[in-house]
């Protein structure tokens, strides 16, 4: 049976490259989140076109994918819940429960539970996807917002952005074990791939703090300067980093810019031109291709990976938030 | 215009018709009685909330934070809010304008419950009193022995006189005083105090936001039109200032005096409709009217009753302000809901100032750990410290002035129209010092 998949998989990816033979990415589904338009753009990562527009509740923001990557699970928040969407069919599964204004979610690295923060409760909700029930909640800062999960799935980092911190989570007894405090509104957290740091971008403070997993100190603030920008411009948001461990990519917000940082030494390498007020990132699943979400200009940049060129805008609908790939 | 549909239905005379302690004037008391007693829907504007005064607003209370149990650890800071009753200020011209008996406390006290959350976390407890007084010297000995009891940052919304009295009072003491209701130019130039802080933007930083923004829509004319009072002649300066700045035309400036009698009689609509397009006759032509009414007394009467077709901007129609109860810019959703959910009622710009004021304190010391006044005011007076306050960058404040830098927001009535600095007024150091009396300029000398 395994063997007979292979086999097929190994046909289908000699039709494929037959296909496109030029191509050096396979085709993925990246879904983007219209924060006004209440829609997902559904983009085909080989052709960057954009091929289905998926109906959402109100104002879908984070989202990620779930159940082995059958879902696509977006926060609808005016409606207070989270929706289910299924990635081949685009037809809505169901809704989760969450608490009030849920703005990111993130699955432990088992798949389940979903945490979620919800903005205007000071909460992080925490649902078991499968049975559509909350677990608990575990109170945090004032308007949670980023959601971080270390690698073994021991730790998830919550940054609140009023209260300036990033909150490390303790996934077994779902307590809060110990505070950072970061720059002005932290907004995502981020792991290395190997566990060892958190970065934590800050949009109002400009900066991306890295914290040490295991002994909660900062490591490192990183700064960003870019010439003809003034600093109140430059306000980070969105984080990855390559699996590989190499290089951090930062959203810059209304500088409209994507830092590309040497994780090793923390410098800023170059600086990449996208659209208007960047804000989520995300990586296709081969790590080739980067999608960024430009809130007001109504499109995602592509970036190629590779050699670190923005090779293609493609309008989605109207305030762009979030973004993930899905395998075909 | 929504429709609040008033409170429950519950004996209201004891509330509704409670004396407000900013406005002793029985007209407006009678009407918001009569409006109930007639069984009317109590009319909200969406703008600018006048809902119906919660019935806390104690004097002198202490806010005590949920937590019970203190251990000896728990850092605890204490701020004061210092209130000067106006009773001699006239109501504005719109009941919906009145303000509630809480404007501005119920901002600090959103902003002591912010700092609680925070400070849960990093064992750091704020507390709230109250003090208010229609008598300036009283005021200034109450909140003198406050600052002795432990009070070292004041949030005071008080008039300009009063404001220096209480700084000069507290000046070999190691306490801010933090302005949140005065716009007032002096306090900020050539009376600056190096104890004294603004989080209510000065007349220059509102006159140049606007003016800024009609440069951008090239409605370069104006007509303008001032009050009688100080304030509104020195509103109109800072227009003024803001049109020679940025290359706007002043075609003609008028007076308009009046008498202001009983605030609203049966009726009045008659003769004002007759009254503002014959005093607007035979300007020359002009792209606005940009009315200055710091009182809010007038300059409602002028959109929709001028001579030729005009917008309306400046104290009424289009106007700039620190805050607005629409705003859902910047994550503002959240911060407007949570006040609505402790006030029982809409954000004013007051509350905003008030909340700005007691987050800047909560922000030094979660940066420094510390409850030690000095401590926190050399923070906040050093270049490491900012807040984010729901306006989409950081703020700071200016090194030689104390005023807190913030963009502004043009708004109607109803909802923002734009957010200024505008694009293209730039600046050597920040944007936001396109906006008001700018290092090279200014008068004060406190902070050298």
Known sequence: ?328 | MRIYAGPAPRPARSVLCRPNPSFLKGFSLVVACAVVMTGVAFPVHAGEGAAPPPAQAAPSETQAPAAEAKTDDVLKIRILMAREIQEDRLPPLSLLDIPPPDDGLAGARLGIEDNNTTGRFLKQEFLLDTVENANADELVAEVSKKVDEGFPFVVADARPETLLKLADALKDKDAVVFNVGSPDETLREENCRVNVKHTAPSRTMLADALAQYLAWKQWRNWLLVVGPTPEDKAFADALKRAATRFGLKIVDERLFEYEPGSRRADGGFEQIQQQIPSFMQGAPDHDVVVVADEGELFAEYFPYRTWISRPVVGSAGLYPTTWHPAVELWGGTQFQNRFQRLAKRQMRPIDYNAWTAVRSVGEAASRTNSSDAKTLIDYMRSDKFDLAAFKGQKLTYRSWNGQLRQPIFITTPKIHVTVSPQPGFLHEFSELDTLGVDRPETKCTAFQ
């Open chain 1, 1 to 328: 049976m395994k063997r007979q998949s292979t086999g097929l998989a190994l046909a289908l990816f000699a039709g494929v490259m037959l296909a496109f033979s030029a191509s050096n990415a396979f085709a993925y589904r990246v879904f983007i989140s219209n924060e006004k338009e209440n829609t997902i753009s559904v983009i085909d990562s080989e052709t960057l076109e954009l091929i289905h527009t998926i109906k959402t509740g109100n104002r879908p923001r984070g989202i990620i994918l779930g159940n082995e990557g059958k879902w696509v699970i977006v926060c609808v928040s005016d409606d207070n819940k989270l929706q289910v969407f299924d990635t081949q069919t685009y037809e809505l599964v169901k809704d989760l429960p969450s608490g009030p204004d849920p703005e990111l979610p993130i699955l432990h690295t088992s798949g389940n539970p979903l945490y979620v923060s919800n903005e205007d409760d000071n909460l992080v909700t925490v649902v078991d996807i499968f049975e559509n029930r909350i677990i608990t909640d575990i109170p945090v800062g004032v308007e949670p917002e980023g959601m971080g999960m270390s690698p073994d799935g021991k730790w998830l980092v919550n940054t609140s952005e009023t209260t300036n911190m990033a909150h490390f989570i303790d996934t077994e007894s779902l307590k809060v074990v110990d505070n950072v405090l970061v720059d002005s509104r932290p907004r995502v957290a981020e792991f290395t791939p190997d566990g060892k740091e958190v970065w934590v971008s800050a949009e109002i403070g400009g900066t991306v703090t890295v914290i040490a997993t295991d002994s909660r100190e900062v490591l490192a603030k990183i700064n960003f300067e870019i010439q003809g920008i003034t600093k109140d411009a430059i306000q980070p948001v969105g984080v990855r980093i390559s699996s590989d461990g190499k290089k951090a990519f930062v959203a810059l917000g209304p500088a409209n810019r994507v830092a590309v940082v040497d994780v090793a030494t923390r410098e800023v390498e170059r600086y990449l031109l996208v659209g208007q007020r960047v804000w989520n990132l995300g990586f296709t699943p081969d790590e080739k291709l980067l999608f960024t979400t430009n809130g007001t200009s109504n499109d995602v940049s592509v970036i190629d990976v590779a050699s670190l060129k923005v090779t293609k805008s493609i309008r989605v609908g109207r305030y762009p938030w979030g973004v993930v790939a899905a395998p075909n």
